[in-house]
């Protein structure tokens, strides 16, 4: 069974999504902000898209073993998806 879904490519409702080696998933993702409107009313928006993330972020996390409250220890990192992701505005990717 695991050998027939390795290949299987679903389109989502926000992208696609296939599996890794390791069969988990790797999907776009979207990055959201949660703010205070000019009512003092909780709002969000979406403000930048990154492409096809995987367990490991791009490599930050080894995914192994698996995320908890003592790992990985907190350090500073260069993410990947710094300065690569794409902005969005006013829910249009900006390309």
């Known amino acids: 069974m695991w050998e027939a879904i390795s290949n299987v490519t679903l389109d989502a409702a926000f ?6 080696h390791n069969r988990t998933a790797i999907q776009d993702q979207y990055v959201g902000r949660i703010y205070l409107d000019d009512d ?23 995914g192994d073993p ?10 500073v990192r260069d993410l990947p998806w710094i300065g690569n992701a794409t902005p969005v505005v006013n829910g249009v990717l900006q390309n």
């Not at 992208?15 to 890794?20: A, R, V």
């Open 15 to 20: 992208g696609e999504i296939s599996l890794d």
């Open 40 to 62: 003092g009313n909780m709002a969000s928006s979406t403000v930048a898209f990154v492409p096809q993330v995987d367990q490991t972020f791009g490599g930050t996390f080894s």
């Open 66 to 75: 698996s995320p908890s409250r003592d790992y990985p220890p907190c350090e």
